[in-house]
């Protein structure tokens, strides 16, 4: 069912753009035709005036319209409640679960659902389930206990494949990460930027850190242990590209590494952001439905909340449901500056 907030210039926007990321969320229908279809169809847009939006087909069929045989509209939201109980078993699940029973269980063929899953989260169900496993076993860490607990608590058959993980998506290792950060190596400086001071900083791997109003004081703060770098031209490099970033927030940034650490989902919200083009904006709705959840606008905006790279990840682009600027870390006038760098109406 398409979300609340999600209005019929919203569908239309998604139907234009035949957004795949929609279907199963509502569907369009075609006065002059009589048929319905989801927003990805293939065929030739109708004019916006013969266009009728409704929640799902039965909605569209109770008004006397009859499904698209070429986009197959009411497999779109078979297919999305099939994701979002497959989501629900795997974010429960205490065990690790064989792509063939998470299929069976969601009646699907395991390949298809492989392929319909990947499609709408970005990931396959196995990286999701680790991901799940990898942010239980990150919030044991920062409690007492010995590490073994937390991995086998968290879920893994064994600490070495915990370990893979960790290394791959919290960039240090699990006892580096309950020590504070000890053995990381992160190169940090505060430069002056047209919207204020910016800490950046940056580990072997890439920016972890791009904030306004801290300092390395604050740095370390978050990794007490870390080893803090001296500075040297590639990093003098990066700390440039960031304030120019600032300058001028529309400009490209793809080729910026990056080493951000989160759950799946704060992953998938924050792939959202970096997909919001320049100029435009989004509401939360909206990038809760980019990541497969459209109910969980609330967790979007609190992934929007915990993004350690101003800018570079573009939670300024992101507004509330009633146009609103909503909130932002680093104060609205700057969200606003920001906007209106981008060619944006700063006040909507």
Partial sequence: MRDKAYTDDACWQAVEARDKAQDGRFVFAVRSTGIYCKPSCPARRPRRENVAFYDNGSAAQAAG?????????????????????????????EERMPLEQLAAAVGYAPHHFQRLFTRAMGV????????VRAVRAEAALGEEGRITDAVYDAGYAAPSRFYEDAKE?????PGARKKGGAGERIRAAVAQSSLGPVLVAATEKGLCRIAFD?????????????????????FDALVSEVVALVDNPARSSAHLPMDVRGTAFQQAVWLALRAI????TRTYAQIASATGRPQAVRAAGTACGDNALAVLIPCHRVLRSDGGLGGYAYGLERKKALLKREGRRSDP
């Fill in 277 to 280: 083009p320049p100029g435009e």
């Fill in 124 to 131: 396959s169900p196995a990286t999701y389930a680790r991901g």
């Fill in 214 to 234: 801290e300092d390395e004081d604050d740095l370390r703060a978050r990794f007490p242990h870390a080893r803090i770098m001296a500075k040297d031209a590639q």
């Fill in 65 to 93: 319209y009859r499904a698209c045989m070429r986009c197959r509209p009411d497999e779109a939201g078979r297919d999305a409640l099939a994701v979002e109980k497959a989501l629900a078993l795997l974010d429960g699940a």
């Fill in 169 to 173: 998506r919290m960039g240090m290792t």
